[in-house]
């Protein structure tokens, strides 16, 4: 296995973040319920097919490195943010890629006449991890179907160290990050920017749990 991603290449990650408007800072109410002193809109840099591709060509280089180990078989997002993500890794790696979405009860699933086959290796992609939740999701779906789940992927890992371990929570796969930003978070009944007095805004399309 490779080293994980050299810092240049984080800090061009970084950088097409930047700038296509994706990294804001203020006070911000996360998908998961948690509040954060970060957000990131990554739609607004996967809107650009160039600076995505540039963006997720090291973590393509990396992986590949691991692939002996992975054997991966095919890609997954789940919807939204996974989607596009998802399918560029697909396109460099030479994968098929799909998506889960929500159903009408709200519950992960595969859908579209999308299938995984018995045992099939599934590397699922997201935009950003906080708290893991929807890669948690998006795995039960695939392997209530049969499939593995051999890693997982991401643009941003902005998990918060914890603070006893100063440690990042784990993840039950392998995890590769195109970037890893500090980034604070609280539960809402303790969040620091709401002592402050300072207006909580909802930039994302998810509703919150």
């Excluded at 990396?62 to 399918?87: N, R, T």
């Excluded at 992927?153 to 970037?179: F, H, I, K, M, Q």
Aim: net charge negative.
């Amino acid at each position: 296995m490779i080293e994980p991603i050299q810092n240049h290449a984080e800090q061009r990650t970084l950088e097409l973040l930047r700038e296509s408007g994706a990294m804001l800072e203020g006070h911000f109410l996360l998908s998961s319920g948690r509040h954060s002193d970060k957000y990131f809109q990554c739609a607004k840099l996967l809107q650009y097919p160039d600076r995505t591709a540039e963006a997720l060509t090291p973590l393509v280089k990396w992986i590949k490195a691991d692939m002996e180990k992975l054997s991966l078989d095919a890609v997954a997002g789940p919807a939204m943010g996974g989607i596009i993500a998802a399918w560029e890794l697909g396109r460099q790696l030479g994968l098929r890629s799909f998506f889960t979405e929500r159903n009408d009860n709200g519950e992960m699933s595969l859908r579209r006449g999308f299938e995984v086959q018995q045992g099939e290796r599934i590397l699922i992609v997201e935009d950003v991890i906080t708290t893991g939740k929807s890669f948690g999701e998006c795995a039960a779906a695939l392997e209530s179907l049969g499939a593995k789940i051999a890693a997982i992927a991401c643009v941003v890992d902005r998990r918060a160290a914890d603070a006893e371990t100063g440690s990042l929570p784990e993840t039950p796969w392998p995890l590769y990050a195109a970037c890893r930003v500090e980034a604070h978070n609280w539960d809402a009944g303790s969040c620091d920017l709401c002592k402050q007095g300072i207006p909580v805004v909802k930039p994302g399309s998810r509703k919150t749990t």
